[in-house]
């Protein structure tokens, strides 16, 4: 494939616009399949898909802007950032799209059906279509992550590649972890804390955050301020999963249906960066009084 060239492509607002047009139709697509499989789930396998197609391409398709001081994009790039969103939309959609086939409606999808009551359908339309502009939002990552002000491949692209690799590979082993827990029966209503589960009270999303830091890694140029637009996309990600739709419902979820082994979960496990699990006091030095407050009693320590 030959450099792109100046005035070769498209405008970036007609590709944004594309993308923004694109996902708008998936995302009504994914609202429809839900209401006829009585299963939210499914709008997670429509995103992740939807994601990464246009992810990819924004990544390669041409646009007039693609030349910055006489210096082309390279092609190697861009085909690199392609195949890199693409193989993350692969994995997590599947695997989303054959837990939403073989389980029930996921947690957090069920806690909105509760709340809206009988507006669930149109609130979730809304819920649903305003993902088309965040997936806009999202794509300006792999965008500027093909295009950054250096031809040849460097040892940036090589360090956001290992770092894209490594939290592929970690959100993979925590999904597989936590299959292989709730496929033995002895673990019926039991807390999967061993593996990564032991580090992370959600290492899946951990790493799904860590995978969406490889693109401003490799984009991001101190030369070029527009670059460090890439880390809209994994500070956006750490909000929803921290705060938003990602860690609450499902920590809510669990302190109902756990009680006290949720609670003791809680206390040595880290919420959602990996961090080594906390160690707990033995049940006599629990027991003792504070020299400063005789009535308090240690509970657990790091």
């Not at 005035?7 to 994914?30: E, K």
């Not at 279509?129 to 999202?138: I, R, T």
């Not at 030369?223 to 921290?242: E, G, K, T």
Request: with cysteine; net charge positive; glycine share 6%.
């Amino acid at each position: 494939m030959d450099p792109v060239t100046a005035g070769s492509g498209v405008s970036i607002l007609m590709l944004f616009a594309g993308v923004l047009g694109f996902m708008a139709l998936v995302m009504i697509a994914s609202w429809l399949t839900q209401k006829l499989t009585h299963n939210t789930g499914w709008v997670d396998v429509f995103w992740s898909y939807g994601m990464g197609v246009s992810g990819a391409a924004v990544a390669l398709i041409a646009v007039n802007a693609d030349t910055v001081n006489a210096l082309p994009v390279s092609p190697v790039r861009r085909w690199i950032v392609a195949i890199m969103i693409l193989l993350w939309a692969a994995r997590l959609g599947t695997y989303v799209a054959l837990r939403v086939a073989r389980s029930a409606e996921d947690v957090r999808y069920r806690q909105l059906r509760s709340k809206w009551g009988g507006r669930f359908e149109v609130n979730l339309f809304g819920f649903v279509l305003v993902q088309a502009p965040a997936a806009a939002l999202f794509a300006i990552a792999p965008y500027l992550a093909a295009r950054p002000q250096r031809y040849e491949l460097g040892v940036q692209d090589i360090l956001a590649i290992l770092i894209w690799a490594t939290a592929l590979g970690g959100e993979s082993l925590a999904d597989a972890q936590m299959k292989r827990f709730k496929a033995n029966p002895k673990n019926q209503g039991k807390i999967c804390d061993t593996g990564l589960w032991a580090w992370s009270r959600h290492p899946n999303y951990f790493f799904e955050w860590i995978v969406w830091l490889a693109y401003p890694v490799m984009a991001i140029s101190t030369d070029d301020p527009v670059s460090w637009l890439s880390l809209i996309a994994p500070v956006v990600m750490f909000a929803v999963l921290r705060f938003g739709t990602g860690v609450p419902p499902l920590e809510k979820s669990m302190a109902a249906s756990r009680g006290k082994a949720w609670d003791e979960y809680k206390a040595k496990t880290s919420t959602f960066l990996l961090l080594p699990p906390r160690k707990k006091v033995d049940a006599k030095s629990a027991q003792k009084p504070s020299p400063k407050n005789p009535s308090s009693k240690t509970g657990t320590k790091r």
